[in-house]
């Protein structure tokens, strides 16, 4: 499932947008001024697919159409003496029942003082009886987008207030997984959290700078991929002697045809190896001339050519994303050069000096935060939603953004929508642009 058009009526109470995504391509770009909602749009879809759809009632619009590929519809709109919207879909064959979120509210029994909330949460300053801005990106959230955002480190169990969306919006979210990538990337915010062993429950957790935090999730990556290496190692090498007296389905393999095998073995290891995802300890063994080896051990060097395979398959999908990720940043990155190990991201300067990834300038760390999201963060047919890309980038840089999202997109099978005000991202790719300013003229 696809989204094929976005409707959005009345939003701030003035613009009709409507977003019609080309099937042929993998990339839309949302133009227009300041003002006209570029931003909110994608706010609306994040709530949309990723939050309580009682959220959706503290967004200013008054109707939302997303029609999809299969011919399907899904509604978002008000109703009177509501103060959630109402959730409709219908399909080509029926129509399922509407749904309206019961709204939550402080007299339902929330079971801490709400004045504790900013205490709780650094950020969230209190504007109302059940209302809270967030200091850092002045969103308005109410009780509810308090819970949805900060549940991790709320003092109650969510479980409590939280109510059953309908399963065919559950079936929607889990078809088109929709990530926002937002302007506020670069830091995470400060929270609270739980200090084990103190006797407050909650302790004061410092914003880390995310090119660290994803370094650590890399790191993560690498680890669990040589875990399944190693676990798949074993098991092949227990059954590696039995595995030689059975006798081998179909033609023997020639000579000519293991010398290959083996040569891409040794070639896809070292590469493995380059990448730093695996130890240098596992380079090849040498193999002696093919040629030379009795025919009686064609057979051997046969399992072991199939062996080796299928453990270097399991970095296949890890491999291509490390090599893109480095491949791109390095061509961006001035006298300065990225590589991964098992540690996560490294950076040395030209001169080989290693370099904390925090020393890199804003525009470098928002390079690479904004690779690692599309590469390692994206699901397979995901909706990823970029709010100005440019940020910080040289206009150099930006100019490739759109060649490079191509090459991130057919790699990770997603498409992109993207909001900015960038004339050189948008190049000579005019028909990829939706101009919402255009549609108000209209």
């Known amino acids: 499932m696809k989204i ?6 009345g939003l701030f109470d003035r613009f009709n947008h409507e977003l019609t995504f080309d099937p042929c391509e993998r990339i839309a770009i949302m133009i227009g001024p300041n003002g006209y909602g570029k931003t909110t749009i994608l706010r609306i879809l994040n709530v949309l697919f990723n939050y309580s759809p009682r959220s959706l009632g503290r967004m200013p619009f008054e109707e939302i159409h997303v029609d999809f590929d299969d ?13 959630s919207p109402r959730l409709s879909y219908v399909t080509p064959t029926r129509a399922m029942e509407p749904y309206i979120p019961e709204p939550l509210s402080a007299a339902q029994g929330v079971s801490f003082p709400l004045g504790m909330v900013g205490d709780i949460i650094p950020g969230l300053e209190r504007i109302g009886a059940s209302e809270w801005r967030n ?15 900060y549940e991790e480190v709320l003092p109650f169990s969510v479980e409590e207030y939280e109510q059953k969306i309908p399963p065919w919006l559950e079936e ?14 670069l830091t995470d915010l400060p929270t609270y959290g739980r200090r084990p062993g103190s006797r407050s429950p909650y302790a004061y957790i410092a914003p880390e700078r995310t090119v660290r935090l994803y370094s650590i999730e890399l790191a993560g990556k690498v680890q669990k991929t040589l875990t399944q290496y190693a676990t798949l190692s074993q098991s092949l090498d227990r059954s ?20 290959q095998d083996l040569a891409e073995v040794d070639k896809r290891r070292s590469k493995i190896i380059e990448a730093g995802l695996l130890p240098q300890e596992h380079a090849s063994l040498s193999v002696p001339d093919i040629d030379s080896i009795d025919d009686s051990r064609i057979g051997v060097l046969a399992v072991y050519a199939q062996d080796a395979t299928e453990k ?21 990155l001035l006298h300065k050069q990225i590589s991964v190990s098992q540690e996560g991201l490294k950076v040395s300067t030209s001169d080989g000096a290693a370099l ?13 935060v904004l690779l690692f999201d599309l ?16 940020l910080s980038l040289h206009v150099a840089w930006q100019r490739e953004i759109l060649k490079d999202l191509q090459e991130m997109a057919e790699l990770s099978d997603f498409r992109v929508l993207l909001a900015t005000h960038s004339p050189q991202i948008i190049g000579d790719r005019m028909d990829l642009t939706i101009d919402l300013q255009e549609q108000e003229v209209e």
Not at 4 to 9: L, T
Not at 71 to 83: A, K
Not at 356 to 367: A, D, I, K, N, Y
């Open 4 to 9: 094929s058009r976005i409707a959005v009526h």
């Open 71 to 83: 011919g399907s519809r899904l509604t978002v709109d008000r109703v009177s003496g509501e103060s």
């Open 135 to 149: 200091v850092h990106t002045g969103d308005v959230l109410d009780l509810d987008g308090v819970i949805e955002t």
């Open 172 to 185: 929607i979210r889990a078809s088109l997984p929709v990530r926002f990538i937002d302007t506020e990337r």
């Open 240 to 259: 590696f002697p039995a595995r030689l007296v059975v006798e081998p389905a179909g033609e023997p393999l020639s000579k000519a045809q293991l010398a």
């Open 312 to 332: 270097l398959d399991v970095f296949e999908d890890l491999y291509l994303r490390v090599n893109t990720f480095v491949r791109i940043a390095n061509a961006r």
């Open 356 to 368: 904390e990834l925090e020393m890199l300038s804003s525009g470098e760390q928002h390079e690479i």
């Open 375 to 390: 590469l390692f963060r994206t699901k397979k047919n995901a909706l990823i939603m970029v709010d100005e890309p440019e």
